[in-house]
């Protein structure tokens, strides 16, 4: 027993080793964006079942030495079970963080290699991150399609020496939203529905239903569908070279007397701008 319980510790040991080795060989940051994504909890989460397995055989070994204890009889049976259990309960707790709390951590994580300057590989020089705005002159139709219902998302990296862009496609927004109940990155949209449009039938409000799957709370927040085209940006030389991507959310409040309190949560400045430039509150009463 102790020595399966030592192997069984050996393979997590080496399972988290592989896969940071792993991580560590990925140069491009948005590959490692996407290996991260797609693999790191899934492994984490099998080198906590080989911790869970080494912990049940370590349980058991208690009492091994006595040889009343060592017969195949009640006491026998009672280790076992023991020894089940801890490995069950440290297998799940282990289930529970890695579902729950570490995706927090993982959202840092990627983050941080999502915003990591680029470097133009034929320059060699630093690539500026568009803004919303910006990034719209170089999206074509399709991808600002999918950028206003947020099934995708787009990163725009201009180098501005040589006029060299490059493109990264990201699948939604980041990962799980946080939930402003729990605290954790775990409020996933269950529902999409279009609630308002615009006279030629086209869609103009988006309301995203949203549960969180640690505590099960409830919120729906409504995007508003710009029909602006990159002709509308491409005249608007006004427009500043800001930087708001790492802005996670904006809210929004407004007081009505006729309506009362209204909440509004966008994903970014550009988002909650383009809602307040529509924003007609004698519609949203009478709807």
């Known amino acids: 027993m102790k020595l399966l319980g030592i192997i069984s510790f050996a393979v997590a040991l080496i399972v988290y080793l592989i896969h940071n080795i792993r991580v560590s060989m990925v140069k491009e940051y948005k590959d490692k964006y996407d290996f991260l994504i797609r693999n790191e909890i899934k492994w984490y989460r099998w080198a906590t079942y080989f911790i869970a397995i080494g912990v049940a055989f370590l349980i058991n070994l208690y009492g091994s030495n006595e040889a009343g204890l060592n017969k195949v009889g009640v006491w026998f049976f009672v280790r076992i079970f023991f020894g089940i259990a801890g490995g069950t309960l440290i297998g799940y707790v282990?289930?529970?963080?890695?579902?729950?709390?570490?995706?927090?951590?993982?959202?840092?994580?990627?983050?941080?290699?999502?915003?990591?300057?680029?470097?133009n590989p034929k320059s060699g020089h630093k690539m500026r991150l568009l803004s919303e705005e910006e990034e719209d002159v170089h999206l074509d139709e399709g991808r600002q399609a999918e950028e206003s219902i947020f099934s995708i998302d787009y990163d725009v990296w201009l180098d501005e020496k040589t006029g060299d862009v490059k493109i990264e496609k990201?699948?939604?927004?980041?990962?799980?939203l946080k939930c402003n109940n729990c605290g954790f990155y775990t409020m996933k949209v269950m529902k999409e529905e279009i609630t308002q449009r615009y006279e030629d039938e086209s869609p103009k409000e988006l309301l995203k239903h949203y549960k969180c799957a640690y505590c099960k709370n409830i919120r729906a927040t409504a995007f508003v569908i710009s029909r602006k085209e990159a002709d509308d940006y491409k005249k608007d030389p006004s427009r500043g070279k800001r930087n708001t991507k790492n802005i996670d959310m904006v809210k929004i409040e407004i007081h009505s007397i006729l309506s009362g309190k209204r909440f509004y949560e966008f994903p970014s400045v550009e988002q909650a701008q383009k809602f307040l430039e529509e924003f007609d509150l004698d519609k949203v009463a009478k709807g």
């Open 94 to 119: 282990s289930y529970l963080v890695l579902e729950f709390y570490y995706p927090t951590k993982l959202n840092s994580k990627l983050k941080k290699w999502r915003y990591m300057p680029r470097v």
């Open 170 to 176: 990201y699948l939604g927004h980041l990962t799980a």
